[in-house]
């Protein structure tokens, strides 16, 4: 079920939001490259936007704009502007890769993980960033933290949500000293507009049924609704969970996560060659054609290989359920 936790997190999580969600991440970076624009340009004053001071030097006069073209689209910046002299943040341009590269991993990271002013700290330490005290440090780990948390319990007012897929990341963490196992609950769906979307991430100490049941019960309490299928490893727990919080939904084996666990019934000389014969299913045109060749495959596989020949054959219903929908759909499920 769960994501093999050699997984970078930051990286596993960058991928998601860009593919589900740009406008989130392209939203959070904008953000935090603000919040250290206004750090640094509050250095250069001599004192805090707004804040009276004897060690005042300079102050600010509004803004200009400049697009800053990242791998979650373009970002529109508010570079600050001082009354004397002027200000450009020289890790916009002399580490423009870099900089964006760390932005992007202390905004994943702080969403996956929670917000801390020592990731702050660091992305400041990496992008050579001088005269930013503890205090803003910690300010601007607040603005992100402020930021995460509104995502994270947001209304889900984009549905009704067709089709949500559940699965789990394995990561290491440090929590009292210690390094242990935590689980990374994360939920996908299409929303009204055709869009995936990440509805919801949510560390639990373990992968349970009462992890999931808690998860998913929070995504029903957003607004979650409108779901006519669930994608999702065959984990019972989950799969519990999943009908209970949402009994109006049919259930589909993430064909992915049940090949895994097929391939275990045969020898490893033939998994290339079984595996291949299971994707035949899918490819098939029409619903017909599908159950057509989930029993042509069942057939090929009784000779030799009994056992796997049993697993299909029980698994008939959850891998095919996706052919009750229309066919254009079934490449997006």
């Not at 991993?105 to 992305?123: C, E, N, P, Q």
Request: aromatic share 6%; proline share 3%.
């Amino acid at each position: 079920m769960a994501v093999n936790n050699s997984v970078d997190p930051a990286a596993w999580l960058t991928e998601q939001i860009e593919h589900g969600d740009s406008d989130l991440l392209r939203s959070m970076v904008k953000t935090m490259a603000e919040a250290l624009m206004s750090a640094e340009a509050d250095g250069l004053c001599g004192a805090d936007y707004r804040t009276r001071s004897d060690e005042r030097t300079n102050r600010r006069n509004g803004y200009r704009s400049r697009d800053w073209d990242t791998r979650a689209g373009t970002v529109e910046l508010a570079i600050p502007k001082l009354r004397s002299g002027s200000y450009f943040p020289d890790w916009l341009l002399e580490r423009r890769r870099r900089a964006e590269q760390a932005l992007i991993s202390v905004v994943a990271t702080s969403y996956l993980l929670g917000v801390s002013t020592r990731r702050v700290d660091k992305l400041v330490e990496q992008l050579g960033i001088k005269n930013i005290s503890k205090s803003q440090v910690s300010e601007m780990a607040k603005v992100l933290d402020a930021q995460v948390e509104a995502f994270r319990t947001r209304a889900l007012d984009a549905g009704p949500y067709a089709f949500v897929w559940l699965d789990a990341l394995t990561q290491k963490v440090r929590e009292g000293g210690r390094i242990i196992n935590v689980h990374v609950l994360v939920a996908t769906a299409v929303n009204a507009n055709g869009n995936r979307e990440i509805l919801g991430l949510e560390v639990s100490s373990s992968e349970d049924g009462a992890g999931w049941l808690a998860f998913l019960r929070g995504l029903v309490a957003r607004g979650l609704s409108g779901v006519q299928l669930v994608i999702s490893d065959a984990h019972a727990g989950l799969v519990g969970a999943i009908g209970a919080t949402l009994p109006g939904a049919s259930w589909q084996r993430c064909r992915t996560h049940y090949l895994r666990n097929l391939l275990t019934t045969v020898p490893k000389s033939a998994q290339p060659w079984v595996a291949t014969l299971v994707r035949t299913i899918f490819d098939q045109p029409t619903t017909e054609q599908v159950r057509t060749q989930h029993t042509w495959v069942i057939d090929a596989l009784e000779a030799k290989y009994p056992a796997a020949c049993e697993h299909l054959d029980a698994a008939r219903d959850e891998l095919l359920a996706f052919t009750a929908f229309p066919r254009e759909v079934w490449k997006q499920i």
